[in-house]
């Protein structure tokens, strides 16, 4: 079992930034890769990024190349969001890939609970 709890949304104007934390915890050894997924209002899930985990090499989503970074330290995963825009706001959710589906893969195994992000124009 992996466990994930995301911190650190909340609401910024559009062109600031925040960063999402993920604490990892639980069974890390079967991770393959690590992801944030969201999820915009009225809208399907989506994939925005992911990073491996062994060697932290990292994938992005068309929408956040060239603002969004993916990073890890130990057992947590951020998600540093910079230019910001309005359509970025949405649930963001930690995931884990437990497969080795690939790095581009949006099919995940563990999620976390969440962590909301509002961006005002």
């Known amino acids: 079992q992996v466990y994930l709890k995301e911190s650190g949304g909340g609401s910024a104007q559009a062109g600031g930034s925040l960063r999402l934390s993920c604490a990892v915890s639980?069974?890390?050894?079967?991770?393959?890769?690590m992801g944030w997924m969201r999820q915009a209002p009225g809208k399907e899930r989506e994939f925005v990024g992911a990073?491996?985990?062994?060697?932290?090499y990292t994938y992005y989503a068309d929408s956040a190349k060239g603002r969004f970074t993916i990073s890890r330290d130990e057992h947590m995963v951020y998600l540093l969001m910079n230019s910001l825009k309005p359509e970025d706001t949405a649930l963001y959710y930690c995931?884990?890939?437990?497969?080795?589906?690939?790095?581009?893969?949006?099919?995940?195994?563990?999620w976390g609970q969440g962590t909301r992000v509002t961006v005002s124009s």
């Open positions: 639980g069974r890390t050894d079967i991770i393959y890769n």
């Open positions: 990073l491996t985990w062994s060697k932290g």
């Open positions: 995931v884990a890939d437990t497969v080795g589906r690939g790095i581009a893969a949006t099919e995940y195994d563990y």
